[in-house]
């Protein structure tokens, strides 16, 4: 299991539930949190195989940013 950790512009719990599930129907994603409390708004996801590029496609293609 890879653990991959993103900046986002996700920075609230709406924001996390549009995201949700986009994010969910990834298979290779195990599990995954947004920390709104950090100022970075840290995006952590567990990954059986999942990469970077894919995490970030599927967030910008729901207007969401990302940067490892």
Do not use: H
């Not at 299991?1 to 195990?30: H, V, W, Y």
């Not at 059986?48 to 590029?53: K, T, Y």
């Amino acid at each position: 299991m890879k653990t991959l950790k993103f900046k986002t512009n996700i920075n609230c719990g709406e924001c996390a539930s549009k995201a949700t599930p986009f994010l969910n129907k990834q298979d290779r994603l195990e599990n995954w949190e947004v920390d709104t409390a950090n100022p970075d708004k840290t995006r952590t996801v567990e990954s059986n195989g999942a990469f970077e590029e894919e995490v970030n496609t599927t967030l910008q293609n729901i207007g969401f940013k990302a940067k490892v």
